[in-house]
């Protein structure tokens, strides 16, 4: 009983699926409730007609049997027989149906038609019903736009004379301000006026007093050089003074050449071979030959620069010259000096003695002879691997003839590099190296225009060093 109630079920189901598609291929209801002529009726007769003229010429079944068979075979000769009479019918038939499927299917497409002008009717309704409530909601707004309008043209009326009276207020001001502006302009000239005619006052007041004070500083600066010229030559006046006193209690030592003319040798010092801070910084760059060094001798020691340096290195150092000046110098500031000849005093000192020998602008005032015989005296004087040091000034350089190498009337005659490194070689000194010092164009600036080549060769540096050590 279930099983037939679900069969039944299923096949109402297959029905109503049947029953939609059909009415959706043949609308017998348009949009808005328009009745489209019902084509149903006309399709079950043509289906029925169809049937009928696909019967025509067939032989009707019946029971099977002998009888049956003789009774089909007689109805199929007759038919035959009569295809002929009823050939036109059946046709004439077919076209028939035909013509009525044509009918229905047009019927069918203007029911389609018509249902499709009826929905495109509901949706012109639809817009026309939303166009007028757009229209009605454009007329409110419209009216309140009017409203609004006609407030904003009365508030423009109202900007309108504020405006009008502001520019008028502006227009009283700018007359104000333009008259104010004269006024000002009349003041800040006169005011002007003013200053510069004070400043031109100030000013010739300034350059009067300027001219007044630099007066009175020129006269003050020739008073205190006068002054200060007094100072050094009560200075110098009391350094001789006191070593006429030392000459006088020394007994005499004779040199091993000749004596020295008698003129102011400090002074000719300090005009000729340079202050004293000068000198010192030019030998500042000797000191890393004698670091670690003691016992150092400085012949020739003059106004005691390399026994300033050594001092400050903490190196033992003793200076020995032939010029009572100089000692006492030294000795008023503290250096260990002895007024000595050369020859004699290293005679004095024991071999392999010395820790070191600086000897500046002295070979030039000996002979050859002398000159050997002071290098053969350092060699034997000093220890082994200790380092000797000569200044002079440098024949290579031809300036030095024109200028100050005869300017000490102590003179003999220069000692070129190689012979100086020639005799050190031949009284047992090695790593000898020659330092050539300042250019001379530094003196001489016109020596800038000869050709770099000519005068690096012949006006190079116009004093030399040689160093060496004792092998």
């Keep these: 009983m279930v099983e037939s109630d679900n069969k039944a079920a299923e096949l109402a189901e297959i029905v109503q699926e049947i029953r939609e598609r059909v009415r959706a291929r043949y609308p017998t209801e348009g949009a808005g409730g328009l009745r489209l002529p019902d084509m149903m009726p006309v399709t079950y007769a043509r289906e029925v007609a169809a049937q009928q003229v696909a019967a ?13 068979e003789i009774a089909q075979s007689g109805k199929k000769m007759i038919a035959r027989g009569l295809n002929w009479f009823v050939r036109d019918q059946v046709e004439f038939n077919r076209n028939i149906v035909r013509s009525i499927d044509t009918l229905i299917e047009v019927q069918n497409e203007t029911n389609r038609a018509l249902t499709y002008l009826g929905n495109r009717s509901d949706a012109v309704e639809a817009r026309a019903e939303r166009i007028q409530r757009t229209e009605a909601a454009l007329s409110g707004s419209l009216e309140t736009l009017e409203r609004e309008l006609s407030i904003l043209k009365k508030s423009l009326a109202d900007s309108q004379r504020q405006i009008h009276a502001t520019q008028t207020h502006v227009q009283e001001l700018h007359s104000e301000t333009d008259r104010q502006k004269h006024s000002l302009i009349a003041s800040v000239q ?37 002054a200060h010229q007094a100072v050094i030559h009560n200075e110098l006046r009391l350094i001789r003074q006191r070593a006429a006193i030392t000459l006088a209690e020394a007994p005499a030592i004779q040199p091993a050449h000749v004596p020295q003319p008698q003129i102011d040798w400090m002074l ?113 004087k000093l220890k082994p691997g200790s380092p000797v040091i000569f200044e002079t000034p440098n024949p290579e350089c031809l300036a030095i003839f024109a200028s100050h190498f005869y300017i000490d009337p102590t003179h003999i005659r220069p000692v070129p590099p190689p012979l ?3 005799y050190l070689e031949e009284a047992g000194f090695g790593l000898i190296e020659v330092i050539r010092l300042a250019s001379a164009e530094e003196n001489m600036p016109s020596l800038r225009e000869l050709p770099e080549n000519f005068r690096r060769e012949f006006f190079g540096s116009p004093d030399y060093a040689i160093a060496a050590r004792k092998l």
């Design 56 to 68: 025509i010429g067939r032989v009707n079944p019946r029971p099977p049997g002998l009888l049956n």
């Design 190 to 226: 006169d005011w002007n006026q003013k200053v510069e005619n004070q400043h031109r006052e100030f000013a010739g007041s300034i350059a009067e007093a300027g001219e007044e004070i630099q007066k009175r500083f020129w006269k003050e600066v020739e008073a205190a050089i006068a």
């Design 268 to 380: 000719f010092a300090q005009k000729f071979r340079g202050t004293e801070e000068a000198i010192k910084n030019s030998f500042r760059h000797y000191g890393r030959y004698f670091e670690g060094t003691e016992n150092v001798l400085d012949i020739g020691c003059g106004r005691g620069e390399f026994l300033e340096l050594m001092q400050e290195a903490g190196i033992s150092a003793r200076g020995i010259d032939l010029s009572a000046e100089n000692v006492a110098f030294c000795t008023s500031k503290k250096l260990d000096t002895e007024r000595a000849d050369a020859f004699p005093y290293l005679e004095s000192v024991p071999d392999h003695s010395l820790g070191g020998i600086f000897c500046a602008q002295v070979i030039e005032h000996l002979t050859s002879a002398q000159t050997i015989n002071l290098v053969n005296l350092c060699a034997q």
């Design 420 to 422: 100086l490194k020639f």
